[in-house]
């Protein structure tokens, strides 16, 4: 938080710089992006990320400014294509129309990242290795949402969820981890290690997300049929008709309050919650372990072990079964 009210008015500029790039014979393009930008803000200031990250190698966030502005212009994208992509109507960013919004979304999140790192701000040496990662975690990112989307839910393990955790997630994080490296200077085996604490933390983050999704009542996962990590770790320890009953719960949930209600106490009992919380600290320990080989600056190697303590709660608790048959807010 600090870095990140710092850095601000430097991130702002580089945006603003991000957009001139457009060309004066892309107003609209300009200003319609500018509009989606405007109005879609995120809660945690993650785009200082890959600051820290070549701060840990050099001592210095300050040149991996333009690498925060390609982590907001990826994640403003995929939101609007992941509420595309869960049969959502696409929100429409102040005054822009639905339509409008979708052409703004495609050119935040590939054309101009990779406008931004062939920008002078960026040593020529590094511009086609960093274009190439936004080009592989746009395929990665894409691979893990489809595997979202095809998800069989009686064929369901962890690991199936963790794949595709891995693409929906992981791969935006180890995106700007690997840029950062190799803006540093790293040599591939540290950038490789970088890689895998990102997709560490993109796992990490979106199990806290998932958590969130339940907590604040939204339950857009149960809404969409998504497959959790949570949902994963019920049916593998479950029986063959417990399992039963749990695929039938979630196909009647999405219509059925009483189903929807049935289904969220039986994931927030004791032994499914238990397991959940010894696979956060597997993946925490898995990251702080990434970080201490990686070492680096000790005060900015600190502030990552804080980002990854942050991100990886044990925010649910078991509810009892007079609490499990309140009708969820829709």
Partial sequence: MDLHRDMAADIAAERNAALDMLGPSALSVRAAVAELLEHRTFAYPHSVLPMIVHAAETGEPGPAVPLAVVHELWWTSACYLDDLADGQAVFAAGGLRESEALLATVVSGIPLPLLVVQSPRIPEKVRGPLSAEIVSCWIDATEGQLRDLRADLG?????????????????????????????????????????????????????????????????????????????????????????????????????????????????????????????ISVFTERAHHLLRELGGDPAYSAVLHDFVDRASPMLLRSVEPAARAVTPRL
């Fill in 155 to 279: 064929a369901a393990t962890r690991d199936a969820v963790v794949t595709a955790y891995l693409g929906k997630s992981g791969a935006p994080y180890s995106m700007v981890t690997a840029m950062a490296a190799r803006l540093a200077g790293c040599p591939d085996e540290r950038v490789d290690l970088w890689r895998e604490f990102g997709n560490v933390f993109g796992i990490l983050w979106q199990l806290f997300n998932d958590q969130q999704d339940i907590l604040t009542g939204r339950n857009e996962d149960l809404a969409n049929g998504t497959v959790t990590y949570l949902l994963a770790c019920a049916l593998e320890d479950a029986g063959p008709a417990a399992a039963g009953r749990l695929l039938e719960l979630h196909a009647a949930g999405r219509r059925s309050p009483d189903a929807w209600a049935e289904l969220t106490g039986i994931l927030l009992s004791p032994d499914v919650l238990r397991r959940y919380e010894e696979d």
